[in-house]
């Protein structure tokens, strides 16, 4: 990979990569495209209230829990609602993302993915899995890719949503590491965020306006190699 590929200089990372033992990976947007059924299914629900939703709030969206989610929609639209309503909101979305995500396969793991978390555990770095959703066992499953992770953290073992740090301390935990020995890959702001808290350095896989507090930006997860990791 040419290093003028990369949005910042992976010298500018300046970390020692010895000192990464895990690299800890978001699932919706960094492995596979489900961040877009997600916004598919969101959209879908935000024109039902009369709320058109656009790309750009999706940002906001990406990263965070079910109900938080629907809380942002809510509030771009001004419609205020009882709880029990926003259950049956949340499930219907719900409902509609597993339908997408049911159709899904291996082949739509983003490209480069699978060789780079094969080539990231041949080097003895250690994997895991930090998503916010509750569905990411089921994708994992539909992908044939659960069992690359040492460990997997999804939506249901978490109290608090990125941008909270929670998630990712859990996986370093998990993985019996120190923070400061974990890289993370991640797409949402929210994300690069709980990285940043969570005091492990952070991979921005997507646009730099949104992203620049990561260490380094990347246009897609295919564009960073194992051998990256040497150059850090
Ligand atoms: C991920 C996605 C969010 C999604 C959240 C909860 O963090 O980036 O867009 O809202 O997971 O997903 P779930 O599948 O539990 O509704
Ligand atoms: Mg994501």
Partial sequence: MAKTELTRELTSLTVDSNLIKAAIFDLDGVIVDTAHYHYMAWKQLAATLGIDLTIEDNERLKGVSRMHSLEIVLEIGGVSLSEAEKEKLADK???????????????????????????????GVRVGLASSSKNAPRVLELLH???????????????????????????????????????????????VEAAIRAGMKCVGVGNVAQLGKANVVIAKTGDFTAADLDKL
């Fill in 145 to 191: 890719i659960r069992d690359q992770f040492d460990v997997i953290i999804d939506g249901t073992m978490i109290t608090h949503s990125k941008p909270d740090p929670e998630i990712f301390l859990l996986a370093a935990s998990r993985l019996d590491l120190n923070p400061t020995d974990c890289l993370v890959f991640e797409d949402a702001e929210a994300g």
């Fill in 93 to 123: 979305k719900n409902g509609w993302f597993v339908d997408l995500i049911e159709k899904m396969s291996p082949d739509e793991i983003f490209p480069g993915v699978t060789d780079l978390i094969e080539s990231i555990r041949r080097k």
